[in-house]
């Protein structure tokens, strides 16, 4: 059992934008208070990364308190590749890591055909493509809704042989010809790690011992209540959860939300903040804004107060963290967008504009500057008129500070 640390309870890491906000950076952070990291959502199109001491770690499956050597739990919620799995394990294991890992019995399966399927939808969908990242996560978790999904547990069946699904595929997409293999390649991958997260957590809990929540992707990719149709295929809220893992309405303890300081999207979509090209070039080469699964250069606008504000609102946040201010600081000046226009008439509240998001223009607040901010030397000057002034508009508390990819760059507050 950890020491108690900053949370006394249980904490949830959540993305409060379009992803890509440094959940896997604060998440190894705290990771040492906690006795377990458990992911409970998304797939293998998540890519959270970790640097330590210059070496760059990134894990699309595993959770990211794997270098802290704490309990790792993949929940029911997550669609899992099991080859992908396999590869990131075989890393760890050549960098001289063991991880103690559980996958839970009812995640839903990800196979060859979901993957050729959602690169089909991906082509009908034509010039309104979403860009996904191709990993067949939207396809599997339709599959599971249909019932026709493979469920971890499964694969461990007397008879099972991965043909779940081939009338279908035969009929819409292509047939499963390679089913068999492929079912006895994932029975190899998940040997000896198939369990009941549910239960592992609730006696981790019993103990006295805490976990912690590591969301996948980010808010406004949220299958329901994000920008739809450009969204993920799963709920990304801290309220799911619960759900997800099979646990208490309030077994997600505190809700510490993470955003950059600036805002990045990947793939099509509307883009209330998007800034001019120059602009966005230039952070995009600062702070490495490239996708972590895809290598996908990522669209950078600036910080979007109307849908940070939504975004807290429906996790429930009481505490913040703001990411990457080392490269927001490159520039003398930035602007933040503090509300929408839309028909002549100003909107700040997110919902409002979510059927006309490819309509909205931004409302700028120009003249904020943190450039040359010292950030060892704490929150000062510009730096901190720029925290206040979020924490006002947002009515959360700035928990902490990340102004570089290492996990050393890192101020709490």
């Avoid at 602007?335 to 919902?351: I, N």
């Amino acid at each position: 059992m950890t020491s108690n640390g900053p949370y006394d309870g249980n904490l949830s890491v959540i993305g409060l934008q379009w992803g890509d906000e440094g959940k896997g950076k604060i998440t190894d952070y705290f990771a040492s208070d906690f006795d377990a990291v458990v992911r409970f959502n998304g797939g293998s199109n998540a890519g959270h990364t970790v640097v330590v001491g210059g070496s760059r770690h990134t894990f699309h499956l595993v959770p990211s308190g794997a270098l802290k050597g704490k309990k790792l739990l993949i929940g029911p919620g997550v669609a899992l590749d099991p080859a992908i799995l396999s590869e990131e394990l075989s890393v760890l294991r050549t960098e001289g890591m063991r991880t103690d890992i559980m996958v839970d019995g009812r995640c839903t399966l990800v196979s060859p055909s979901e993957k050729a399927f959602d690169a089909l939808l991906e082509e009908l969908r034509g010039g309104q493509a979403l860009g996904t990242t191709l990993r067949g996560i939207g396809p599997a978790y339709a599959m599971r809704a249909l019932r026709l999904a493979p469920r971890a547990m499964d694969l461990f069946s007397p008879g099972f042989d991965g043909r779940h699904a081939e009338a279908f595929y035969s009929r819409f997409a292509q047939a499963r010809q390679d089913a068999p293999a492929w079912a006895g390649s994932a029975r190899e991958s998940l040997e000896g790690l198939v369990g009941d997260v549910s239960s592992s957590v609730d006696s981790i809990a019993e103990a006295g011992g805490r976990a912690l929540f590591e969301g996948s992707q980010g808010t406004l990719l949220d299958v329901l209540h994000g920008s739809y149709p450009y969204v993920t295929g799963s709920s990304t809220l801290a309220g799911f959860i619960p759900a997800s893992l099979g646990l208490p309405a309030g077994a997600a303890g505190e809700v510490l939300g993470v955003c950059k300081c600036y805002t990045t999207r990947v793939g099509a979509g509307p883009f209330p903040s998007e800034a001019e090209d120059g602009v966005a070039e230039r952070l995009r080469l600062v702070g490495r804004e490239y996708g972590a699964t895809t290598g996908r250069p990522r669209r950078i606008g600036w910080l979007d107060l109307v849908a940070l504000k939504y975004a807290v609102r429906v996790n429930g946040a009481r505490e913040i963290v703001l990411s990457k201010l080392d490269v927001l600081s490159e520039l003398r000046e930035f602007s933040v967008c503090v509300g929408y226009r839309l028909d002549g008439s100003e909107v700040k509240d997110f919902y409002r504009a979510l059927g006309d998001m490819g309509r909205v223009e931004p409302v700028l607040e120009g003249g904020w500057g943190i450039h040359g901010a010292d950030f060892r030397a704490g929150v000062t000057g510009g730096l901190r008129r720029f925290v206040e002034f979020v924490e006002e508009e947002l009515g959360v508390r700035v928990r902490m500070l990340s102004y570089g990819e290492e996990r050393s760059r890192t101020v709490e507050r």
